[in-house]
């Protein structure tokens, strides 16, 4: 007899729709903290001050409630003091609901970037080779330049006027060269080209 197996009809949730829900829930929440902060300002207004109940949630539990929707939006209170601790109380509930869910919101953000990467980073090293050949020739190439005008030089014991010499001065200066050797030994290192290639260039 075959055992009959049940598997689960919903699609697991990827990491950017994670991140976007819980950025979502924090703008609802938001939302909802600047609104009931116009109310508080006009209960205050009016020198209405809050009264406490005999019970009342804690701020972080009644976040908790609120983050998983266990708790309603609406307030009911007869008297307008107690209104007013009602919205206090709600408003610093979702103060903390909204930082909670930008923290996870903020992990998350690097479990989006890191599954991002794993999807581009062939193609990325790619890119990265092609600029990495280039710069690896381009060096190369100045550097021969540079012998050639030395040599030249001698030989007609002047300055040459060879073509295009007048910006060899200024076409890769130092800053830049310390940039490109940096950039090589990323290169190195994420795996785009080997040492070896870049001696055999040279």
Not at 16 to 38: P, Q
Request: hydrophobic share 45%; proline share 6%; charged share 25%.
């Amino acid at each position: 007899m075959k055992k009959e197996t049940h598997e689960s009809s919903e699609l697991p949730i990827s990491a950017s729709e994670m991140l976007a829900s819980l950025n979502r829930k924090a703008a609802v929440m938001a939302s909802e903290r600047a609104d009931l902060l116009s109310e508080q300002l006009a209960l205050e207004e009016q020198h209405i001050f809050p009264i406490e109940p005999s019970l009342h949630p804690d701020p972080r539990r009644l976040a908790a409630e609120i983050m998983n929707g266990s708790s309603p939006k609406g307030l009911s209170a007869a008297l307008p003091g107690e209104r007013l601790f009602q919205i206090k109380l709600r408003r610093e509930a979702l103060a903390f609901g909204i930082e909670l869910l930008q923290r996870e919101s903020f992990c998350q953000g690097f479990v989006v970037a890191a599954d991002v990467l794993q999807k581009v980073e062939p193609a990325a090293k790619k890119i990265i080779r092609r600029r990495a050949l280039a710069v690896v020739e381009l060096l190369s190439a100045n550097h021969a330049w540079d012998s050639f005008v030395s040599e030249t030089n001698i030989a007609a014991g002047s300055p040459v006027p060879l073509p295009c010499n007048v910006y060899s001065a200024a076409f890769v200066k130092p800053r830049q060269a310390e940039a490109m050797r940096l950039f090589l030994i990323s290169a190195v290192k994420c795996g785009a080209i080997t040492e070896k290639e870049i001696k055999n260039a040279n």
